[in-house]
């Protein structure tokens, strides 16, 4: 049998591993059920993960590889747990007004935001693109990643999560710090608090009529994390993965394209209420800080760079 067909041989986790996995797997699925609210789609995701985990020795590198992802996903699930405007005051009309002083557009003796401007000169063209725009903000680096990790380019692919984890827990800390509303929040309901407000589509509802789908509505009525738009993390996403794809063994028509888009989410986030440009501007300070301290300041640690090198090799196999 040759190094590879042994590699990917049916292998079962040691006792140790396999302890791991049912603890995770079931404190998991306890805390969400109890804290969150438990749906159908947390057990079919358990029962796939623990599937992949026990299965191969090949499927476990994958599921273990991808864990900055899970770990980002169960953590943005778990902020359910203790909503962020129980620990600290909303702001609504500070960063509005905020907004105006720093970017307001002046039409007919009154300052707009350049939500409010954008939305005096919407057109069918710019709706379309925002819709495509904004449909890759996670998917795009999450295959990006997965691509880096089949292609075997371990050391970019772990910056690349491990930054993209990073970035995201930074960002949702600072929506406990400062809880902010959306500019779809205050054209609806002005600047009076109401706790509990669901997600809305703004702008990009004018996607789903045009293509007769309700895709964004779907994704933004269960989103109960309606007053976390500072730092905008949809600002985020693209650009660390634009950041990684120069590092990568990639074409120089993926970096563009990444640029493309990155530059299109901003946009198509100001356009459509969801975020004011301030949202975008601190988006982008996270993602570079994130970076910054995690090339010049973890990387740089002794110990964490023994436990980079220690899961590059587990996951390659090696």
């Not at 590198?61 to 909503?83: E, H, K, Q």
């Not at 993209?164 to 959306?182: C, R, T």
Request: aromatic share 18%; glycine share 8%.
């Amino acid at each position: 049998m040759s190094a590879v067909s042994s590699r990917n041989a049916v292998k079962l986790p040691s006792r140790r591993e396999g302890t791991v996995i049912a603890v995770a797997l079931a404190v998991w699925l306890a805390v969400t059920a109890l804290f969150v609210g438990f749906r159908p789609e947390h057990l079919y995701i358990a029962l796939f993960l623990g599937v992949m985990l026990f299965a191969t020795g090949t499927t476990r590198r994958l599921v273990v590889a991808l864990l900055p992802f899970i770990v980002f996903g169960v953590s943005y699930d778990w902020m359910n747990i203790l909503p962020n405007y129980e620990v600290n005051p909303v702001d609504i009309r500070g960063l509005y007004e905020a907004e105006k002083s720093a970017f307001g557009i002046m039409v007919q003796g009154v300052v707009l935001t350049p939500n409010e401007w954008w939305a005096l000169h919407q057109s069918s063209v710019l709706d379309f693109m925002a819709g495509c725009f904004y449909l890759c903000w996670v998917p795009v680096p999450i295959l990006f990643g997965l691509w880096l990790y089949l292609d075997r380019q371990y050391d970019v692919y772990l910056r690349f999560a491990i930054v993209f984890l990073l970035i995201n827990l930074i960002g949702f800390a600072l929506y406990y710090v400062h809880p902010a509303a959306p500019p779809w929040y205050v054209d609806g309901y002005g600047f009076e608090f109401i706790p509990g407000t669901h997600g809305e589509t703004a702008g990009l509802g004018r996607w789903d009529r045009m293509m007769g789908v309700s895709i964004f509505d779907g994704l933004y009525s269960r989103n109960s994390n309606v007053f976390a738009a500072f730092p905008s993390l949809h600002a985020a996403y693209m650009l660390v993965a634009f950041i990684y794809s120069l590092k990568a063994r990639c074409s120089v028509w993926l970096r563009v394209l990444f640029a493309f888009i990155c530059v299109g989410i901003w946009f198509t986030a100001v356009y459509t209420f969801h975020h004011y440009i301030l949202d975008v501007l601190a988006g982008i300070t996270v993602t570079i800080a994130g970076w910054l301290l995690f090339e010049q300041g973890l990387m740089r640690a002794t110990p964490f760079g023994r436990f980079i090198a220690t899961y590059r090799k587990y996951i390659s196999g090696n």
